[in-house]
Structure formats: structure tokens, C-alpha cells
């Protein structure tokens, strides 16, 4: 007998395949539909629990005054295995596109703000894989240390790229997702981020770059964003080309992600195996075999259905 807690979510599940129109909340990849006066549904086949804890942790960290961010109330996935986030419903509206240089200022100051809020361990906020634009979709990377994480993306650079140095880089907390779909604004002025699927602690450098991969794509948010956030140093700026070039070369090949030791002829780990038997030929093998391999054969009939070519028209 199902317990109250799997009719509730079964509810959930059943409602979000087909929901009122008037509850689809947005339809951006994963949907988010309204369940309740005080509740929406995230849900997709790329929801996961690790984006529960990062936006968990987000809830907990981050100053609501500042910034709101949606509390997370239950997460459980379907027999698919897609997930399905029950969270505090924001009352909000997206703005897209969002080209207000002076509502643009307001969230600039509110990465300023996140660029105090610092870490020693690079990677998500729950210390799960590392996601999102920087990072490739077929690896899941953990790092215990910046200087893991600079070896990776330096891994990811031909001969002719800069190599990155991530020495005396500060760990911040960076959203790696802002877009105008991801930025609910209240009446009074005030807004809520919402997705923190790829959030973590990295440079300040990333928040850049993942502005940059992805400038124009939403008008011109992406670069009025750029110009309003506060400077990079020189040597963070330094660093741009290492980070950039990672992500075009792993875009466009394949690396292996273990180095793989070759063989060594010589190698005391190699088990040699003796030879298999030769057949049991009769004594008079060698003439019946030459005799076999010398008769000649006949070419196959051009008027037989079994020819290699077939000759008639039309093919």
C-alpha cells in the first residue's frame, strides 16, 4: 500500500504531464509548472539532486535582502528517472529580453556581492560534479584544490594555447547560469535567481566567461552584463585566452580523461603465452596442399544467378 508521501508525488508526477495552461510557469528546457498557491515543480531528465543541495546551500548562504532564492521543500524522481524539485513559489516575472542598463546594474551589484562569499575548495556548492558551460557534459570532475582544477583546463591546451594559472585566485561563489529567463523581478524592484544547477565556487573569472560563451544569445544582456560588472584585474584577464581556448578545444575533440601507460615490451607484467599446437595433418599434407592451392577453378557463368556482378540494367 503506497504511503501518503507516494500519492502526494505520484500526484505531482501525473499533474505535471499534463498541467492547466494557466500553471506552466515557463517552458524554458525544464519545465516548471504550479502546483499550488505556495508551490512550483522543477522537472526534467537533467534534474538532479546534486542542483537540490546547490540550491539548498544557496537558500542558506545568501543574504535574502539582497537577493531571493527559492526554498527547496522535496525532491524525488519518477521510474524514468527524471527529477522533480517541489519548491517556494515567487511570485515574479522574467524579463526577456532585458536590456535596461540600469536593472542590469542591480544584478552586476549583486555578483559583487557573491564575490564575498568564498570557499578553499574549488567545484559546486555541495562538492558534487563540477557543471555547466565550462565544464564538458561526458566528464564528471570533482577537484580538491585550485591547483587540480588549473591542471584539467591546462590538460585541455594544445601547444599553441596560454597555459592558465589559477595562483592567487580566490574561490566565489559564481552563478555560471545568469540569463533573463533565470531572473524573476518583483514589484517593489527586487529579484529572485532561480537554476543554480552549474552554481560553485570558482575564479571570478568564470562568471565572465560563461557571459562570454554565450554573448548575444540573449540580446544584448550578456555584454550590457560584461560592461557592468566590476573590472577583472590584469591578472585575471591574463588568464581569459587559457580559459576560453579549454572550452573551444574540448567542444570541438576528444580527450582522454586517464593517462594510459603503454605497454612495455620488456615489461614483467606481461604474460606470455606459449604458441598453439599445430593440427594433426596426415603424412602427406604438404602435397595435398599445394595441390589445392594450384588447381585452378573455372570463372564463374555471366549467365548464372550466381555471378558476383549483376549485369542487368536498371541497377
Known amino acids: ?178 540569463a533573463p529567463r533565470n531572473i524573476l523581478w518583483q514589484e517593489d524592484g527586487s529579484f529572485c535567481l532561480i537554476d543554480w544547477a552549474s552554481a560553485g565556487y570558482y575564479p571570478r573569472l568564470f562568471e565572465f566567461c560563461a557571459q562570454w560563451i554565450i554573448e548575444g544569445k540573449d540580446g544584448r544582456f550578456n555584454s550590457l552584463l560584461l560592461e557592468s560588472m566590476n573590472p577583472l584585474s590584469s591578472q585575471e584577464l591574463a588568464q581569459k585566452e587559457s580559459i576560453m581556448s579549454a572550452w573551444r578545444n574540448f567542444q570541438g575533440y576528444s580527450f582522454q580523461t586517464k593517462i594510459v601507460t603503454p605497454w612495455q615490451s620488456e615489461s614483467e607484467e606481461i604474460i606470455r603465452v606459449p604458441p598453439p599446437p599445430m593440427p594433426a595433418y596426415s603424412s602427406d599434407w604438404p602435397g595435398q596442399a599445394g595441390q589445392a592451392c594450384f588447381t585452378p577453378k573455372s570463372p564463374p557463368s555471366m549467365d548464372s544467378p550466381s555471378s558476383a556482378f549483376d549485369t542487368r540494367e536498371g541497377n
Not at 39 to 56: H, S, Y
Not at 127 to 156: A, Y
Not at 161 to 166: D, G, M, V
Open 1 to 178: 500500500m503506497a504511503t501518503p508521501e507516494e500519492t502526494h508525488q505520484a500526484s505531482v508526477i501525473a499533474y505535471c504531464q499534463n498541467p492547466s495552461p494557466e500553471n506552466v510557469v515557463s517552458q524554458y528546457g525544464k519545465r516548471v509548472i504550479r502546483i499550488s498557491d505556495q508551490e512550483v515543480v522543477k522537472w526534467g531528465p537533467d534534474v538532479t539532486n546534486e542542483e537540490v543541495e546547490n540550491q539548498r546551500i544557496a537558500y542558506e548562504l545568501v543574504d535574502s535582502r539582497i537577493v531571493r532564492i527559492p526554498r527547496v521543500h522535496a525532491f524525488f524522481s519518477d521510474e524514468r528517472g527524471w527529477g522533480y524539485i517541489v519548491m517556494e513559489f515567487i511570485k515574479g516575472k522574467a524579463v526577456d529580453p532585458l536590456e535596461d542598463t540600469d536593472v542590469i546594474k542591480k544584478i552586476a551589484g549583486v555578483l559583487d556581492y557573491f564575490a564575498t562569499l568564498r570557499h578553499t575548495t574549488p567545484g559546486s556548492l555541495c562538492g558534487g560534479f563540477c557543471r555547466g558551460l565550462l565544464f564538458p557534459d561526458t566528464e564528471d570532475l570533482v577537484f580538491e584544490n585550485p591547483d587540480e582544477m588549473e591542471k584539467w583546463f591546462n590538460s585541455r591546451l594544445f601547444s599553441h594555447n596560454p597555459k592558465l594559472s589559477l595562483q592567487r585566485c580566490d574561490l566565489i561563489l559564481c552563478h555560471l547560469g545568469l
